[in-house]
């Protein structure tokens, strides 16, 4: 069984930072990859960024270039900066991870609104 736990989420105002964390937990072995999904309201879930297994990041184009995705191997936790917040990023955001064997998981979400 694997858990994911998100924290870091709340409300910034537009141009401000935040900082996401994801705790992973249970059997995690042979890990693919860590991602961040943004959920904004009454829109389905879209990946944010990735981190694979060989520390390859992927960022979406709306992100690029302010955010940072990174991942602590030894505590199996990933964390999310984000710079330059915008009203669009508002939402909920989603860890997942994906191991070889046993496929993705999902974490609760955590909400960020940004305000204008």
């Known amino acids: 069984q694997v858990q994911l736990v998100e924290s870091g989420g709340g409300l910034v105002q537009a141009g401000g930072s935040l900082r996401l964390s994801c705790v992973a937990s249970?059997?995690?072995?042979?890990?693919?990859?860590m991602s961040w999904y943004h959920q904004p309201p009454g829109q389905e879930r879209d990946l944010l960024a990735r981190?694979?297994?060989?520390?390859?990041?992927y960022y979406r184009g709306s992100v690029k270039g302010r955010s940072t995705i990174s991942r602590d191997k030894t505590t199996n936790t990933l964390y999310l900066e984000m710079n330059n917040l915008k009203p669009e990023d508002t939402g909920v955001y989603f860890c997942?991870?994906?191991?070889?064997?046993?496929?993705?998981?999902w974490g609760q979400g955590t909400q960020v609104t940004v305000s204008s």
């Open positions: 249970g059997n995690i072995v042979d890990v693919y990859s």
């Open positions: 997942s991870l994906s191991l070889v064997r046993s496929g993705q998981y």
């Open positions: 981190i694979s297994h060989t520390d390859s990041t």
